[in-house]
């Protein structure tokens, strides 16, 4: 668990989602800028591609972004790993054309002050579920598959795997009705215990902030693929 999880207890709220955050013009900014990076994984399996935000592209929108977010939670430093040169990464681009199933994005050291994350789709069908139950450990992705269980030599910024989850929440089953509408691609006795906070409807132009202690996933609403930026902070 990481070290200063009462300071980050104390930093926790609910999501936010902001509308209008960014005009047109900004929105097609961040697409160019998408298009010019390289890309960092094509992961086959899952049917994503992601690309970094590196530090010497679009420093215009950096400023634009920092200050838009800043507004909202203050200041903070960005979490997003680094290059292999040590350099900051701003953020992370996804391209998926497969949802992206339950996980938390708690980081890789315990000493950080974790703080929010960020979410701007640059695409507009799509949903995010923000689930209220929250995890206090490293970047994780929880499932019950025994293959993704058994994967332990894992390289730098992967998500641990772990079935941890299901002895946290209770045994409550999960909402079929639910899961039917937007969770189909996950197994439903891997929700089980599990509350929705927030089902985030995709706009172009606005922004979802959380705190990255909520367990989290895709929805499995996709029209062909979609694309989001999403950013970590820490305090």
């Keep these: 668990m990481h070290e200063k999880i009462d300071k980050i207890k104390k930093s926790e709220s609910k999501p936010v989602v902001l509308k209008n955050v960014f005009d047109s013009h900004e ?5 160019e800028l998408y298009k010019k990076l390289p890309v960092t994984v094509h992961n086959k399996k899952q049917n994503v591609i992601k690309k970094r935000w590196l530090f010497n592209y679009g420093k215009e929108l950096e400023k634009i972004f920092y200050n838009r977010l800043s507004k909202e939670i203050g200041n903070f430093k960005y979490d997003n790993l680094k290059t292999e040169d040590g350099q900051d990464i701003l953020g992370l681009f996804q391209e998926s054309y497969n949802p992206i199933g339950l996980h938390i994005d708690g980081g890789f050291d315990f000493r950080d002050l974790i703080y929010k994350q960020s979410l701007i789709p640059l695409t507009p069908v799509g949903s995010t579920i923000i689930f209220k139950n929250r995890y206090y450990g490293k970047s994780t992705n929880f499932t019950i598959d025994q293959d993704e269980l058994n994967k332990k030599d894992l390289k730098y910024g992967q998500n641990k795997r772990s079935s941890e989850h299901l002895k946290l929440f209770g045994n409550k089953p999960f909402d079929n009705e639910i899961h039917k509408k937007y969770l189909n691609h996950e197994k439903i006795e891997n929700l089980t215990g599990l509350e929705i906070e927030l089902i985030y409807q995709w706009e172009v132009g606005s922004m979802l902030i959380f705190d990255r202690t909520n367990l989290h996933c895709s929805s499995s609403v996709i029209d ?12």
């Excluded at 062909?224 to 305090?235: A, D, P, V």
């Design 224 to 235: 062909g693929k979609k694309l989001g930026l999403t950013t970590f902070t820490k305090k």
């Design 27 to 31: 929105i097609n900014k961040f697409i």
